[in-house]
């Protein structure tokens, strides 16, 4: 680790219900709305299910939660809770749920929520829970012990309300398919999904150990050495996933686990779709962490191939050695809009012992149109390679040829001509010629040419009579 400070950005939290328009300029409102949802949204450390009055000090963190979730404005929060303070024993949780501001199903749903994040009523046939690992925005994370094999494992719980899609459920479990087809040393291995109760469970490979983005937090940014080691093997294992056909959609520093003796893991792979949320079609809808998204993810029209992966994968690449996102702002949407119009600064001008090599890689996954970027996870692999045996990334300078950049102004999916070199002195003169010989002959020429030939044609009858007679 080198001592620079790590600079990790507010927005790094993953999209959720987000709304598919997105302007190229200017903000959306419903998109601002989702955007400030997103950022506001962290695990509660709250223990939920007991009668609001009784344990008023914790409602805080729940009330949060509640607002964070847009079950309630803050503004009816903050009124309940001076009412509260005007009655003896007032709680502004039962006061909200007495007006009728709060629905009490949506209080339940809720409490339930944060009830399975501890582990508390959760029951998974052929699983004992261990304890608590973690909360993400949308999931919650166990340990737990596969009792047939006798394995620890970790299971993600979703919030109840997925299961009741029944879309979202098709696709969660088709997806869960996919990836425990996978098979690779550098992704977290899926090993079972379903339902249990009414929750939706996935369960997979028990990493002890801790993700890129705490190891950034906690120790400031990786050498370039380090994140090579990383790199590789993580661009490795996003080949295995784009040849089985799964795009992650999701790449970002918490979802590169490292094990207890640092080997680097991709995590929820094929789970990219919890970050959007029940309720809504695929088509349409925006998957990922607006930090590292790509720029074509923000297109509701725009269909995704692996290269969105490759672009994720640069941001963080970005952020493991300059200590921030490539582009931070306050909002996710300054930071989309930033993904979609602007340049991303140099990696070497931001860091200057990051190599040139390192940095034009980190440029190449970052280009604004996939056709510019690396052609397969394979291409990457071999340019981070070559960095780390101190080299030069081949491919990614290749990558400036006026063939691409000529691609970049072209609309995705057409492909620009390429720009044909200028001639050579003796091209242009072999031009010349051949346009000379190819010149119809003049008129007259040829009418003289017809009657050379009837002439000759004439005298040799002649001759051949006067010999006749
Ligand atoms: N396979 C695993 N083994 C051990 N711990 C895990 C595993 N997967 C996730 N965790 C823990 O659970 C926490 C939550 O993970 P989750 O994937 O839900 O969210 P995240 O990726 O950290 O964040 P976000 O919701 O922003 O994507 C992680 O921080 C991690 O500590
Ligand atoms: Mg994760």
């Not at 994040?117 to 052929?126: A, K």
């Not at 261990?130 to 009792?147: D, E, H, P, T, Y």
């Not at 705490?214 to 490795?236: P, S």
């Not at 009657?451 to 010999?467: D, E, P, Q, R, S």
């Amino acid at each position: 680790m080198s001592d620079t400070p790590a600079n990790p950005s507010a927005s790094a939290e993953p999209l959720k219900n987000m709304p598919a328009s997105m302007p190229d300029a200017g903000p959306d409102p419903s998109l601002e709305a989702a955007a400030d949802r997103n950022n506001a949204v962290q695990p509660p450390s709250v223990t939920a299910g007991s009668p609001p009055a009784a344990e008023p000090q914790k409602m805080d963190a729940l009330s949060e939660l509640l607002i964070s979730r847009k079950y309630i404005t803050a503004e009816a929060m903050t009124a309940a809770m001076a009412k509260a303070k005007t009655m003896p024993k007032g709680n502004a949780i039962q006061i909200l749920l007495a007006e009728g501001t709060l629905k009490k199903q949506d209080y339940e749903t809720l409490r339930a929520d944060v009830q399975s994040r501890q582990g508390q009523n959760l029951r998974i046939p052929g699983y004992e829970i261990m304890g608590f690992l973690g909360a993400g925005a949308m999931a919650s994370v166990f340990k737990g012990r596969q009792q047939s094999l006798d394995r620890v494992v970790a299971i993600k719980v979703l919030p109840q309300k997925y299961s009741e899609d029944l879309e979202f459920v098709r696709r969660f479990a088709a997806e869960g398919k996919i990836a425990a087809k996978l098979n690779h040393p550098n992704i977290v291995q899926a090993y079972d999904e379903g339902i249990a109760g009414n929750q939706h469970f996935f369960v997979m490979e028990y990493i002890d150990g801790t993700t890129v983005h705490d190891v950034i937090n906690q120790h400031g940014v990786y050498t370039e050495q380090e994140v090579l080691k990383i790199a590789i093997l993580i661009a490795d294992a996003l080949a295995h996933a784009h040849h089985m056909g799964l795009i992650h959609r999701d790449v970002k520093p918490k979802n590169i686990m490292l094990t207890s003796r640092g080997v680097p893991k991709l995590a929820d792979m094929g789970l990219a779709m919890l970050n959007s949320g029940p309720g809504e079609e695929e088509k349409g809808k925006i998957y990922g962490t607006p930090a590292y998204l790509a720029p074509e993810q923000a297109k509701p029209d725009v269909v995704l191939d692996s290269r969105a992966d490759i672009y994720s994968f640069g941001a963080t690449i970005y952020h493991m050695v300059i200590g921030h996102v490539p582009f931070p702002a306050s909002t996710a949407v300054e930071m989309i809009q930033k993904h979609l119009n602007q340049e991303v600064e140099s990696p070497h001008k931001a860091n200057p012992n990051i190599s040139t090599g390192l940095s034009d890689i980190i440029e190449v996954c970052m280009a604004k149109s996939p056709s510019a970027r690396y052609a397969s996870a394979e291409d990457l692999v071999a340019d981070l390679k070559a960095v780390q045996n101190g080299g030069a990334p081949t491919i990614a300078r290749r990558g400036f040829s006026i063939e691409s950049i000529a691609a970049i102004d072209a609309p995705e999916g057409m492909v620009a001509p390429p720009k044909a070199a200028p001639p050579t002195i003796e091209e242009e003169a072999a031009a010349f010629f051949k346009a000379q010989a190819m010149q119809p002959k003049p008129l007259h020429r040829q009418k003289l040419f017809w009657w050379t030939v009837v002439g000759w044609g004439l005298a040799v009858l002649m001759m051949l009579v006067a010999i006749a007679k």
